[in-house]
């Protein structure tokens, strides 16, 4: 079967059409291609945010409609849950509610849109970004992430791009798809980069606080009094609700470099335009940011602390998959694919295919986040799926590789 490569096609997509090629009906399917953990019963979300939602709902105080910009009680709790790691406190003017980070991302482009403007994108990326800078008509200019180096930003590639017409530059940190955690350090050294061009920092954190190597989480709008930072984030991913349809976009510029009438405008009248979640999940907020407990969130980072290092000890063992970087944080890792020992797999597109079609495994490949002959692999997964999992990966390699002729497995 030939596979064309999929241009403009977001994960889900390229994830349908993996499902779709399936044919071993006798294996049962294992996805470490799509970042939901709800799919594997480790992951489960806190009964706290349950109660609190039904709470909310039982109430009869939320069905109607909320402000577009988001209930002023759900806006003032993310301001104190985002001011606790930050040097200064943010106000909830701050505070805009959206339906998850998508559509954050989705208004934060809409919103600094304008003739020629161009932003900034990590190679490897979150696809969403290019496919709403093509409805808004912004140019997208990528800078490579450097996998020997931690998957930090290519500074150089960064100066090198900026030009009067860029206007922001996207951090994704921690990292999708890579798993990486910035330092302090580095994050200073965007920031400051930020600064030299005149441009704002859109901080995609969609997966705060989920570190659990050697750097902690620093959220970008600890520098927010030297580059206006833009963040966004969610529920989904710390509370294990992607659902829910819970996230925001937080203006952290404390000495209003960036603030002006004309933004804040442009914003809320972008708002009145869109939806945002339903009002009962916002309602949910507030009770559900105040009481989770902390051994929920280290339970959480423990089994994936436990699934990362057991993803990377299993790719040891398959001669064709190389990881440059143990994962330090996320919920996905970034896979070098070496086409060379495979005698009948032209790239990493037709790994995938191949590989879902005969061992019922998705992987995601590379060239959806922009590498080509890498994989995305998500271990956000119960370990004996992972394991299970790459022991397919490592048959179907023996099975395709020159050095067994294609006859035997492991």
Known sequence: ??????????????????????DDEKKRLISLGMGDPTAFSCFTTTSVAEDAVVDALSSHKFNGYSPTVGLPQTRSAICEYLSIDLPYKLSPDDVYITAGCTQAIEVVISVLASPNANILVPRPGFPIYELCAAFRNVEIRHFDLLPENGWEVDLDAVDALADQNTIA???????????????????????ETAKKHKIVVIAD??????????????????????????TLGSLSKRWIVPGWR????????????????????????????????????????????KETSEAFFTRTLSILKHSSDLCVKKIKDIPCLTCPTKPQGSMAMMVKLNISLLKDIKDDID?????????????????TVGLKNWVRITFAAEPSSLEEALERVKSFYYRHSYEQNGSVDP
Not at 205 to 230: C, D, I, R, T
Not at 260 to 265: G, L, S
Not at 269 to 280: L, M, R, S, V
């Open 246 to 289: 819970l996230g925001w976009l937080v203006m952290t510029d404390p000495n209003a470099i960036f603030k002006n009438a004309k933004i804040i405008d442009r914003l809320k009248k972008y708002f009145d335009i869109c939806g945002g979640p339903a009002t009962f999940i916002q309602a949910a907020v507030p009770q559900i940011l």
């Open 1 to 22: 079967m030939e596979i064309e490569t999929p241009k403009n096609v977001t994960i889900k997509g390229i994830l349908g059409m993996l499902m779709a090629s399936i």
């Open 205 to 230: 954190e969609v997966y705060g606080h989920l570190a659990f190597g050697s750097n902690p989480f620093v959220p970008m709008g600890v520098f927010g009094s030297m580059v206006p930072v833009l």
């Open 351 to 367: 790994f995938c295919f191949k590989l879902a079609k005969e061992e019922s495994v998705i992987l995601l490949p590379g060239l």
């Open 169 to 191: 530059i996207v951090v994704i940190n921690p990292g999708n798809p890579c798993g990486n955690v910035y330092s302090y350090h580095h994050l200073k050294k965007i920031a």
